[in-house]
T-cell receptor, first 116, second 117 residues
């Protein structure tokens, strides 16, 4: 597609429920990133996928968080047993491979998650 | 460890005045440096980057930034601010000396720029 698409744009869920957030990267982009943006906390790295390599999961805050990327394209971030501190905007970004990759990421508009 | 510092949470300037948003970084080896802007309820948009070459880089919307290796800084500047420049600005860094051309960016906490009429 023309840009990085994230769905849903807003999600309100009850504490303890599981949620799935979806990201459709730009076609042909081999790298995909998830970040979390909390009020006053800046951007927190969560996970990074690059092609068929093992993902860099070093930013996932707990084992309630997981992500997968199917077919090298769409990615789903799953949060199990949501807690109120999970409330944030979850941003997805993708990047092309090759020397042009240094031109940075293209971000989606994010999913605003509210846990009540 | 890689890190980015944006020492000012907020910057306020009058329209027409020059603006500066500060950024310093810590990275192993040479850096790739980026500025992104975020408007309300939107994702981050790329503004400009430093990869190599001239220390002064020009980007979108009249913004520019100067890479200063000795001071490990990459301050964002604009000669004449507009009210429409009001947004949240993020500085980001990635180590250049890696086997892969890809990798995660390390972001600062962001600086809220407000330009008043």
């Amino acid at each position: 597609g023309a840009g990085v698409s994230q769905s849903p744009s807003n999600k309100v869920t009850e504490k303890g429920k599981d949620v799935e957030l979806r990201c459709d990267p730009i076609s042909g982009h081999t790298a995909l990133y998830w970040y979390r943006q909390s009020l006053g906390q800046g951007l927190e790295f969560l996970i990074y996928f690059q092609g068929n390599s093992a993902p860099d999961k070093s930013g996932l805050p707990s084992d309630r968080f997981s992500a997968e990327r199917t077919g090298g394209s769409v990615s789903t971030l799953t949060i199990q047993r949501t807690q109120q501190e999970d409330s944030a905007v979850y941003l997805c970004a993708s990047s092309a491979h090759g020397r042009l990759a240094n031109y940075g990421y293209t971000f989606g508009s994010g999913t605003r998650l509210t846990v009540v | 460890a890689q890190s980015v510092a944006q020492p000012e949470d907020q910057v306020n300037v009058a329209e027409g005045n020059p603006l500066t948003v500060k950024c310093t970084y810590s990275v192993s080896g040479n850096p790739y440096l980026f500025w992104y802007v975020q408007y309300p309820n939107r994702g981050l948009q790329f503004l400009l980057k430093y990869i190599t070459g001239d220390n002064l880089v020009k980007g979108s919307y009249g913004f520019e930034a100067e890479f200063n290796k000795s001071q490990t800084s990459f301050h964002l500047k604009k000669p004449s601010a507009l009210v429409s420049d009001s947004a949240l600005y993020f500085c980001a860094v990635r180590p250049a000396d890696r086997g892969s051309t890809l990798g995660r960016l390390y972001f600062g906490r962001g600086t809220q720029l407000t330009v008043w009429p």
